[in-house]
């Protein structure tokens, strides 16, 4: 009996590294894979459509929520405090200018 217990150990044993084996040999395909160009291609044009789908998703639930509204002026809004900033900074370069 203790050496049926043996042999299942050391089964079990082979069983392990023959997994481990084949996880790292998977692991390296998937690097290889991974730096193809066809494939980094692929993953770009998955995350440019996947924003695309996103922007469209947001602009469909900001028409029926009544959101564009909202965000159309805090985009002017936005845009308006970004004009008085760049305008201040010119306006303190050209002082600074001056002074010298």
């Not at 469909?60 to 760049?86: E, I, L, M, Y």
């Amino acid at each position: 009996m203790a050496k049926v217990g043996e042999t299942a150990v050391q089964a079990v044993g082979r069983a392990k590294a023959a997994i481990s084996r084949a996880k790292r040999k998977g692991e390296q395909l998937a690097t290889l894979l991974a730096k193809k160009q066809a494939v980094r291609q692929a993953r770009k044009k998955v995350a440019r459509v996947r924003g695309q789908a996103a922007a469209l998703a947001s602009k469909v639930t900001d028409k029926v929520t009544g959101r564009r509204r909202k965000r159309n002026r805090a985009k002017v809004a936005a845009a308006v405090v970004g004009a008085a900033a760049v305008a201040t900074a010119a306006g303190i370069s050209i002082a600074r200018k001056r002074k010298r």
